[in-house]
């Protein structure tokens, strides 16, 4: 039994009234010719689509074919909508929460969902917390890396991590506007394949330096594509601490410390890579991930981490348990009801 | 015998005159209370530095102390000077690059030199080239990762490569100005400990997506601290040129081939993170580092290298042939020279 953690889905429709302004910003959905539909985004598409993304009996093909058990749905994340009013992208993530929770619904033992929320008001946010629990009935909730440039490490968000933690709600954090899209050479979708490793890399060692770890012990938070970049990144921490009073007097503990508390998805799509996180980091804290059904998915999912001729104890705990833990912490009963 | 690619200094006088306007930005040295020496930068502190960075017999000391058998020589970052007029800072390059000359002349069997050069214009960057290997007998060149925020791989510099390869002449590619300052939550020191890595990511990311190295097959290019995250880039890179064909019309070759044309020093801090390199890279392609004198530093030079248990020959590849590969290329009598 393998959990795919990291899978994403649009509905196939989005709301195009119940905003008090229009506004060309709000993701839409638009069928081009061809049969294409498109994700359209401030007027621009965004990405072509298809039915995989809502159809969740195709899904359940693909998954059967993969040996795929449980899929856990975020939206993409083009749908975070973090520019808008607090409030218009509450109704928008409303919409989206509940077309997850019917998603969820279609087959209960086959999917998880994780919920959006306006992180742009950290406060409205965390009030959408409690109704991605009770009334949607998500595991978690999934965030961006940054918040229109915020780090998500940033003591900004505390609002909504007390919340989560308090909730027992697990944090998924995904790439999105990222870092150095101005330092890319060669055409803008690199900025997808290459920006996205060091945009993770900024957010998880933002989540370490600004404290999040220290001030919310039982947070659950994860990083997909294998934290990206920040493998590299925590060894040259771990020196500047050690190094540096100015930096250990800002954090009580060593950088790898915190480190070991963090999940990450394995989509890193290479054996060695793989490994080499299993070292930094522990076979407790990685999780089959694919980004199922976007082109760049790991395909079949789990490939990599099926190959690695792993102790049969450590394949369970990344094909399955470490994503049970990262959902629903060590609560049994929770464990149980899915 | 082991030879240190990756050492700092910075003259114990920069020049004051000379220039054909006053401004405050020009590198300057400023005698602190209590014996300190900073490195001052546009009126503020970017540095303290101390004789190391100056003082030959003492870095010989330290150097035997360490076992390290030759230091190579290149600028405090900091003193690029890439904002300026490019005439300007090349008089200001010269100087530096008359001084790091001095230094190996003050004992040329310990100390190996990479210039500097006013890269923000590629064509007089280009012809300072041709001093630095003729007038001041210098290895190479080091440049920044970014040139007033444009990467390194940017066809704005063909020419600088272009004149680089045709002189034979080592590029060590070192960061500067990361990308991401404004996504470090913490204090701002943390720029250059969670930056930089990115920041060389992005670098060396350029070069292929660039097609630098696509141009320039005899290039020798070399990517300080490990390369940062682009060995966590590089799989993601693959994986994107296999999937997307618009990738692949780009570039000819699967990146995973121009990775193989790079050096990198193996500046990382951990064993775990140098045997990575070594799976994604190759022992051809990793060089003792240490940035040698600043407070980061590996120390002793090369103590990771050192201690991984290598076979015979890889150690010597690492400790000093692909340094020597790198700064002379296979031809052997340059390399009897040294």
Chains 1, 2 share one sequence.
Not at 24 to 34: T, V
Not at 68 to 96: K, N
Request: charged share 20%; net charge negative; aromatic share 10%.
């Amino acid at each position: 039994m393998t959990i795919d953690i990291h899978t994403h889905i649009v509905p196939q429709k989005l709301p195009t009234t119940g905003f008090s302004s229009l506004n060309s910003r709000w993701p839409q959905i638009e069928l081009a010719p061809g049969g294409k539909t498109n994700v359209m985004v401030a007027g621009k598409v965004v990405r072509t689509i298809n039915e995989l993304c809502w159809n969740m009996e195709s899904r359940i093909a693909d998954m059967d074919r993969e040996g795929i058990e449980i899929q856990v749905l975020s939206a993409m994340p083009a749908l975070f909508s973090y520019w808008a009013d607090a409030d218009e992208t509450a109704f928008f993530c409303r919409y989206i929460n509940e077309e997850i929770a019917r998603m969820v619904e279609y087959h209960p033992g086959r999917f998880v969902g994780l919920g959006i929320v306006p992180l742009q008001n950290p406060e409205t946010a965390a009030r959408e917390l409690v109704s991605i629990k009770d009334h949607y009935r998500l595991a978690g909730v999934q965030v961006g890396s940054n918040i229109e440039g915020r780090t998500i490490g940033d003591p900004f968000f505390t609002p909504f991590f007390e919340e989560a933690e308090r909730l027992g709600l697990a944090v998924f954090v995904h790439p999105v506007n990222p870092v150095g899209s101005e330092r890319i050479v060669g055409p803008s979708l690199l900025s997808n394949f290459v920006g996205f490793p060091s945009e993770t890399a900024f957010a998880a060692a933002s989540v370490i330096t600004g404290r999040v770890l220290e001030k919310f012990p039982l947070l659950r938070i994860g990083f997909s594509h294998g934290g990206g970049g920040f493998g590299m990144v925590l060894p040259r921490m771990i020196q500047a601490w050690e190094q540096f009073p100015a930096f250990r007097e800002q954090l009580p503990q060593c950088p790898s410390e915190y480190g070991k508390k963090l999940f990450f998805d394995a989509l890193v799509y290479d054996q060695r890579t793989l490994r080499y996180l299993l070292e930094i980091f522990s076979s407790r804290q990685l999780m089959v991930g694919s980004d199922y059904p976007f082109k760049i998915r790991e395909k079949p999912a789990g490939a990599s981490v099926a190959s690695l001729n792993l102790p049969a104890e450590d394949k369970r705990l990344l094909q399955k348990e470490n994503a049970l833990r990262f959902l629903y912490g060590e609560n049994i009963r929770n464990l149980e009801a899915i």
